[in-house]
């Protein structure tokens, strides 16, 4: 991943705004959210091999079911998470259930910020809301006791049919290790086009 911004001089010379930092900025949030969709479905060539990368999903989730894979666990209903707002529930609770114990401690929720308002919005049958939605703290913070991380690059449910992810569980620090390099260089090329400088 590489970018080749260039600024004007004049822009580097103002006083009142640091254009080289704020681009140094710019290019750093570019990159990690190009990481972000790496991590998660890259295949390794010229990118990180990501997490769902060569998993099975939707009916033939079996196919998964091998020591040294992640585990994919099928809904069983297309395009949700389950039939009623119980069978989510009781869905989700089979989710956590099937995670060994020496990963639970650590282990965490990941979805995306449209999946993560479906389950805000589940109600039993007396109306009231299975996750906590105190005003006072975000909505929907945990489920069953493990922590709900938004990651927007995750897949949304499938409105119809279709084979997705929209849920991550686990321990994710023993599940993916990202190796990364500390930092990124940046070189300046005020020659090439008199009056600005480029930046690689």
């Known amino acids: 991943v590489y970018a080749r911004p260039r600024i004007y001089q004049h822009m580097l010379e103002d006083a009142f705004f640091n254009s080289e930092s704020w681009l140094a900025s ?3 949030r570019q ?3 190009a990481e972000g969709v790496a991590f998660l479905s ?6 990180p091999v990501g997490i769902l990368n060569g998993l099975t999903l939707g009916s033939d989730a079996s196919a998964d079911d091998v020591n040294g894979t992640y585990e994919v666990i099928d809904s069983g209903v297309d395009g949700a998470l389950g039939a009623t707002d119980e069978a989510i ?3 989700l609770r089979t989710v956590v259930l099937s995670c060994k ?3 639970l401690p650590n282990a965490k929720f990941m979805m995306n910020r449209a999946t993560h308002n479906v389950l805000v919005g589940l109600k039993d049958g007396n109306g009231i809301p299975f996750i906590n939605r105190d005003i006072a703290d975000a ?3 945990r489920l069953f006791g493990h922590q709900i991380v938004i990651n927007e690059d995750m897949d949304s449910i499938p409105t119809a049919t279709g084979s997705a992810a929209p849920i991550l569980f686990g321990d994710f620090r023993r599940a ?3 190796i990364d390099r500390v930092g990124v260089s940046m070189l300046r090329d ?3 086009n008199p009056g600005s400088v480029m930046f690689y």
Do not use: L, R, S
């Open 89 to 91: 529930i009781d869905f």
């Open 26 to 28: 710019e290019v750093a």
């Open 190 to 192: 005020p020659y090439t």
């Open 31 to 33: 990159f990690a959210e």
């Open 101 to 103: 114990t020496g990963y």
């Open 42 to 47: 890259g295949n390794g060539t010229n990118k």
């Open 139 to 141: 909505a929907g913070e």
């Open 176 to 178: 993916y290790q990202i």
